[in-house]
């Protein structure tokens, strides 16, 4: 294995060395080798047990998940690349390994199987300072799926594992779950047992350590029998009441899914090691050659994967569904077909950013797609230079961009915010043409038009086939093409809604966009599509013809 730069406290050198002396390959031509970690695994081992500089222990004793820097784990990896025996790996080291803090070691300091339960009399000798290991007391562990055939990919290897000669004393196979030997006598301690969705009994119970298998098939479903992420948050809480934690693995979700593994990723918590090495975005599973370049740059820690063998698998997949070839095989968070702006479209939109500045008085076209309680409802502006942007609006002395979601405003759309941003505009700008989606907003429309005139407030039904085609064929084209004038703020609201509408087809060549699904909005989009129409019918009046005034700075608008 290649030499890894790691230059933080960690037991991952002590657990990796205890892996290769004490679990085995379960299969293939290796079965029955000791167990060596890959680069990737061994970087995944390291930062999950990753100590905190300031652990201590109180009374002499561990402190359990308070040692470490992470509380979960999320490793997203493709097919075959070694996630389940590394897993199982990981759920024996949390079973009867060194998996908990025991303090800083001095010179001279070792860790002896002898006195942890294991007859085998391996010793680890500590480097000065490094943080020691010892056993979990009282394990209590839990593998869980959406099904036991899931489960099955963690569960078949652990048991080839404790099958082996030096875990055998210490772990043994029973009817559908696994004992830790040489602990309590009570059959609900010291053990390892398969939780899922259909069997979940046992769901809720403090654990000391559970592992989520196939994480971006947890769904969730709100108010649904089978809510996985209630599941995963259940269990979360679960070794969060035993000062345990969690680990979860998955091949790359689809967006179009919303996920536990979506969700808990995009909240970005400090606390949870995400793992998820992605190829270069400039290559294209669709091409051949590149095809194969993903596929080397994301096997190239898992040698007993023969690229030749996954490159075939991966062209027959992408005939039936281009999408799950992607995720499974090139480690991609994409959706399959039916894309709005493909991938090669989304990065020729992203490289059209620009921090163009805007003045006051500036001659735009406004668009805005509105909502009442369950979509968002936001406002774009447009430049006759075809510069478009997201504006902001001041309320109180604080500066708010014009995208509202019902969830911040108590499920709705805060009606007198929109209006008072539509004011703002209006005041700060010369709002030459705004094209505005009337449904749910006729009664402001109306007003708008009659304070700011017919001709500057249009409605513009998005639900006209025939006019929303040619608006999102006109936008797609001259947002990504290399020759066009349009540039934009990379306003991140924005480029996410465009990344998830769908095309969906009506009467001859003709389409519309729509969200994949509820949670994946696209009213940004919408509005952006708006404000170029605004602009370009603009235009053909002969608007441009009076001079440009002068141009203020606005900020690149993104989200956290």
Same mark, same amino acid.
Do not use: C
């Given at each position: 294995m290649a030499e890894l730069r790691i230059d933080f406290p960690t037991l991952g050198h002590l657990l990796d060395a205890w892996y290769a002396q004490h679990l085995v390959i379960p299969d293939g031509?290796? #079965?029955?080798? +000791?167990?060596?970690?890959?680069?990737?695994q061994y970087w995944c081992t390291a930062s999950f047990y990753r100590v905190r500089e300031t652990a201590a222990l109180e009374g002499g004793r561990p402190i359990g998940a308070q040692a470490f820097t992470f509380r979960k784990g999320i490793i997203v990896g493709p097919q075959k690349s070694g996630k389940g025996p590394w897993s199982a790996g990981v759920v024996a080291g949390e079973a009867v390994g060194p998996s908990q803090f025991a303090g800083w070691a001095k010179r001279g300091d070792v860790y002896e199987c002898s006195e942890n339960g294991c007859p085998c009399g391996w010793v680890y000798e500590y480097e000065p300072g490094e943080p020691?290991? #010892?056993?979990? +007391?009282?394990?209590?562990?839990?593998?869980a799926a959406l099904a036991e055939d899931q489960v099955a990919n963690v569960y078949g290897p652990l048991t080839e594992m404790v099958g082996a000669p030096v875990l055998s004393p210490l772990l043994q196979v029973r009817e559908g779950f696994i004992r830790v030997l040489?602990?309590?006598?009570?059959?609900?301690?010291?053990?390892i047992d398969v939780v899922t969705a259909k069997a979940r009994t046992k769901l809720g119970n403090p654990i000391s350590f559970a592992l989520q298998d196939e994480f971006g098939t947890w769904m969730a479903n709100p108010g649904a029998k089978q809510n996985m992420l209630e599941f995963a948050d259940t269990q979360d809480r679960g070794a969060a009441g035993m000062n345990g934690r969690t680990l979860a693995t998955t091949n790359a979700y689809d967006p179009a899914e919303n996920s536990a593994a979506q969700i808990q990723i995009e909240q970005n918590d400090h606390d949870v090691f995400v793992y998820w090495d992605k190829p270069p975005s400039n290559l294209r599973f669709d091409v051949a050659d590149e095809r194969r370049e993903i596929i080397e740059y994301v096997y190239r820690d898992s040698p007993w994967v023969s690229v030749d063998t996954i490159l075939a698998q991966a062209a027959s997949t992408a005939k039936r569904d281009p999408g799950q070839a992607e995720r499974f095989f090139g480690n991609r968070d994409v959706r399959g077909k039916h894309k709005?702006?493909?991938?090669?479209?989304?990065?020729?939109?992203?490289?059209?950013?620009?921090?163009?500045?805007v003045f006051p008085g500036a001659r735009v076209g406004l668009g805005m797609d509105g909502s009442k309680n369950d979509d968002w409802t936001a406002i774009r502006l447009e430049t006759l230079d075809q510069h478009q942007f997201t504006p902001t609006y001041t309320v109180g002395g604080v500066e708010r961009l014009c995208?509202?979601?019902?969830?911040?405003?108590?499920?709705?759309?805060p009606r007198q915010e929109v209006r008072e941003a539509v004011r703002q505009i209006h005041r700060r700008f010369e709002v030459v043409r705004g094209y505005y989606d009337p449904f749910w907003w006729e009664s402001e429309i109306d007003d708008w038009a009659d304070t700011h005139g017919p001709e500057r407030v249009v409605r513009w039904p998005t639900n006209s086939i025939k006019n929303m085609h040619a608006g999102l064929e006109r936008f797609r084209h001259d947002s990504t093409a290399s020759e066009s004038r349009f540039t934009h703020d990379g306003c991140e609201w924005m480029e996410r809604c465009v990344s998830h509408a769908i095309?969906?087809?009506?009467?001859?060549?003709?389409?519309?966009?729509?969200?994949?699904?509820?949670?994946?909005k696209i009213d940004v989009a919408m509005s952006g599509v708006l404000a170029h129409e605004a602009v370009m019918d603009a235009l053909a009046k002969g608007l441009r013809s009076k001079p440009e005034k002068p141009r203020i700075s606005h900020a690149v608008f993104g989200f956290s």
């Open positions: 031509w290796d #079965r029955g080798q +000791p167990f060596e970690q890959s680069r990737w020691m290991g #010892r056993r979990h +007391p009282s394990p209590l562990i839990q593998l040489g602990g309590s006598l009570s059959e609900n301690r010291d053990r709005w702006f493909t991938d090669e479209l989304l990065s020729a939109y992203r490289g059209k950013r620009s921090e163009i500045d995208v509202w979601r019902p969830e911040e405003w108590g499920g709705e759309i095309t969906r087809a009506r009467s001859g060549e003709m389409y519309i966009i729509g969200k994949p699904e509820p949670h994946l």
